[in-house]
């Protein structure tokens, strides 16, 4: 049987439109996290949420998994994988997808996410999430990949678009490719605001162009985070780092993102450099804001 010929149940692509702005989920906000008040939200799309890495969860029981479930009890939760691999070598992915089934059948996640890179080859795995070229062959593969994903887990995904520090040649545009992929695979798109304005300070792509040959509704998800400098080349190649506050264009970039999108779940991740959870809490809130302006102008 073709890995396509197999239905997925007839959902929504966009699963998490009650979901306001989240953040990720760090073991060391515990306690903060379970400190706050019950939840008051009542507006859709204001709602708090969680988002977790979900090979940190591939354990059989222990703490993380503990404090998993007591944040479950009282929030949404996104399963974003970066593991996947979805662009090339998925021999070894049935296994990986039998661990990814089983959290999401304890926790049923609101989202759950990969990226549209490749990270593994004739079986070596390299934890590092590296572009894919974008030909016509790799779209192939990509898909093959997502189609896996889904059929493994029994439902749909969101793919995130890569951060890129060189440029190479392509049959495609990146655009073009993961939507493309999208619409093969019948999976939607988490849009990265910032690996974009990286993309664009890295490799000169426009990123204004590049969103609007995104279609609206393929966006479920937007992730905003912090980028750093090269240590050694300094502004002319910067790292996602995901080790410092959102930068100021990032901003801007999200607002013009939503202004095409309409309202969707954005991320706030912080990774390293972690922070006291009031500040994360306090970028959590700029990111509301944006989605709160975006309904009043609407109304």
């Not at 922070?275 to 306090?282: G, I, T, V, W």
């Amino acid at each position: 049987m073709k890995v396509n010929e197999s239905p997925l149940p007839s959902s929504s692509l966009i699963a998490g439109a009650h979901l306001g702005a989240g953040l990720g989920l760090k073991a060391e906000h515990l306690d903060d996290i379970l400190a706050l008040p019950a939840v008051s939200e009542t507006c859709t799309g204001s709602h708090l949420w969680f988002e977790v890495h979900t090979e940190n969860y591939f354990v059989a029981g222990g703490p993380r998994l503990s404090y998993l479930r007591s944040i479950r009890e009282n929030y949404d939760l996104s399963f974003h994988g970066v593991g996947g691999s979805l662009g090339y070598d998925h021999q070894s992915m049935p296994e990986h997808l039998k661990q990814v089934k089983t959290l999401i059948d304890e926790f049923q996640p609101a989202l759950v996410s990969e990226h549209a890179v490749w990270s593994r080859s004739k079986g070596a795995y390299f934890a590092d999430l590296m572009p894919l070229p974008r030909t016509h062959d790799a779209l192939q593969s990509l898909v093959e990949g997502i189609d896996r994903y889904q059929l493994g887990i029994g439902q749909r995904i969101l793919i995130e678009n890569p951060s890129n520090y060189l440029d190479f040649t392509s049959e495609m545009d990146e655009p073009q490719f993961l939507v493309e992929a999208a619409h093969r695979s019948g999976c939607g798109l988490l849009i990265d605001i910032n690996n974009l304005y990286i993309s664009s300070k890295n490799t000169g792509i426009d990123v204004v162009e590049y969103l609007s040959q995104i279609p609206a509704d393929l966006v479920g998800e937007i992730h905003i985070a912090g980028h750093d400098p090269d240590p050694e080349l300094g502004q002319a190649l910067l790292i996602d780092s995901h080790a410092s506050a959102v930068d100021l264009p990032v901003w801007a970039l999200l607002e013009h993102a939503l202004s095409l999108f309409g309202h969707k779940p954005v991320l706030v991740e912080r990774d390293a450099n972690i922070p006291p959870f009031a500040e994360l809490m306090h970028e959590r809130q700029t990111a509301q804001g944006y989605l709160e302006q975006l309904r009043s102008n609407a109304a």
